[in-house]
Structures are given as C-alpha cells and as structure tokens.
C-alpha cells in the first residue's frame, strides 16, 4: 500500500482538492515548490505537508524529493508554448529518469482527455494539447506503470480563471456539450485510485461529470448559484484574436476558444466511475 507519495504541482488551482483526499486518507506527502512564497501566503495550506524548495528543471532537487516515498504525482501545467523547459516534456523526462534511479513502482499523472482522445476535437490543435500529448506518450513508453486522470472541463475553473469581481468573462461560441467535473469530485476519485493501486498495470481513467452541458449553459447556471446572481459576458472568439494583436492573455484565451469550438467530447467514463466512484456535485452545488 502507497504511505508516502510526492506531489508535483502541489500550488496549483486544483491541487487542494487531490492533497486534502490525499491527507485524509492517511498518505503523507512530500512536494516540490518552486515559489515558496506561494505557501507562504496561504493560510490554508497544510502542515502536514513536507515541503521541498526546487524545481523540475533541477534533476538533483528531483532526487532530493523522490528519496523515500513510495509514488509521484504530478499535476502539471503549459503556459508558454515558448519556453525553453516544457515542465510536460522536459519535466516529465527528468522524473522518468529519477524515478528509474529510485525503482519507484507507479506515477500518477493528471492529463486532459484530448490526449487519448484527440479526435474529439475535430481536426483542431493548440499548443498546449501537443505538448500534453508528447508528455502522455512519454509516460506511457518509460516502462513504469503509470495512472492516467485524462479531464474533461473542471467546473471550478470557472472560479479560478473567468471569475471578475460580479462577472463570468470566457468566450463563444462552442457548440457541443462538455462533461463537466467538480474538482471535489476530482480529488475524491484519484485518491481512491492511489489507495487501490495494488496492480502493474498502467490505467488510463476518463474523468467526466454525469451531465453533458454546453458552454454557455453552464455558465449561466454556475452564474445563477450567486445570490445576487453573476453577470455572464461572453466574447466572440474572433474579437480576442484581435485584442490578442495587444494582449497575451487574450491571445491565449483565443486559441483555447479556436480549439474547443468545434469539441466534440463522447461520454467514456463508465470504467472509471465503476473502479472510482461517481461523481456527485453539479454546476449548480459544486462550490458550496
């Protein structure tokens, strides 16, 4: 049984949802922080937790981490389809390689479903999801058995990233349902796959919410759970592309509005929910 796990990627948004299951459940964590000042800061972040200062880019603070435990999980991000170190490549190359050095049996890896699934966006790409999809099939060929968390939308990023004072900023159109997830859903299901991870197999899990809802809808009925309720403002796609002629926030949120346009996403968690458990928050109570 997994007691001790090290957990990449542990300030980010979605993180306390996965380390809080994690925790009570009774396995220790160890992580990696980059900006320690992020800690810092937040009042809310556990003691439990035993902290180490590096980063991915730093093999030997990798091997200072990994030292000890039983399994890594990373929970990884792209920002910058620029950047000289890709933390889902370059990163994921140095775990691999120290995660051989320390016979760690298992890495468990949070992803997106277009990386098994890239048919669901029609023929459309993004930086992002290229470099997710490299990761993945590194991963997948290292010889360690790897858990999979391949996410649909998460429900709590519209809290974290669209959410402005009294408003819903994203963009339109997107014309297909997307099988929204709570975060607490999230959390609860990867820590019931580290507790029964007692195989050798790698797993690939499909993580969707049970209502298929549009883009816009769910906006609306996130919006509608405020008492007063949130103002939705919807921007069309082609008017960030040309704001993001000035701006590299809403270039970005251009190209992840040009990607998921056309997202067509089919229902593939029936394994998952059978091995985990079923989801049960809505967008209509998952923040409460």
Known sequence: MIQKIVFIGVTGNLAPFTY?????????????????EKVEKNPDFPKEIELLKGDLNNIESLRKLISGVDTIFLNLSTQNEKASFQPEIDGIKNVITVAKENNISRIFHVSAVTAP???????????????????????????IPITFFHCSWIM???????RKGDTLQAFKPIK???????GKDLGKMISNAVVNSDHNQTKDYIMQGKEAVT?????????????????????PISMLKFIGL?????????KIGTFFSNYKEEFRAEQTWKELGEPIYTLDNFRK
């Open 20 to 36: 809080k299951e994690l925790l009570a459940k009774g396995i220790k964590i160890k992580a990696l922080v980059r900006n320690m």
């Open 117 to 143: 699934f890239p048919e669901f966006a029609q023929g459309a790409d993004i930086f992002i999801n290229k470099i997710r999809k490299k990761g993945y099939e590194l991963l997948k060929n290292s010889g």
């Open 156 to 162: 709590d990023v519209m809290e974290f990233t669209m």
């Open 176 to 182: 297909h349902p997307i099988y929204w997830l709570a």
């Open 215 to 235: 883009f816009e809808k769910a906006l609306h009925r996130y919006a509608n759970s405020f008492n007063p309720k949130l103002k939705v403002q919807l921007a």
């Open 246 to 254: 000035f701006n590299k926030d809403a270039r970005l949120a251009g």
